[in-house]
């Protein structure tokens, strides 16, 4: 069955990408490329404090964990 199912997948046709290319846009240079770590040392100080987030963020998902618990218990079994 495994085989089957292998040689399956090896049975789907990949698109040639190739002819999608138009002839100009083969030959346009490749954009230049800026460094983005002086952008990204000037954002660090612009985000909040990540480990504080995430610990109040798994405390609210916690307790809303629980929360659910306690009604899924509080629903009557047959």
């Known amino acids: 069955m495994a085989g089957l199912l292998c040689f399956s997948a090896c049975a789907i046709p990949i698109p040639d990408l190739a002819d999608q290319v138009s002839p100009e ?10 460094d983005l770590r002086p ?4 954002t660090q100080d612009l985000v909040p404090d990540r ?3 995430s610990g109040q963020s798994l405390a609210f998902r916690a307790a809303d964990l629980r929360r659910r ?7 009557p079994q047959n």
């Open 25 to 34: 846009a083969r030959s346009a240079p490749f954009p230049a490329l800026i």
């Open 69 to 75: 618990a306690a009604a899924l218990r509080a629903v």
């Open 51 to 53: 480990a504080a987030q």
């Open 39 to 42: 952008t990204l040392r000037a």
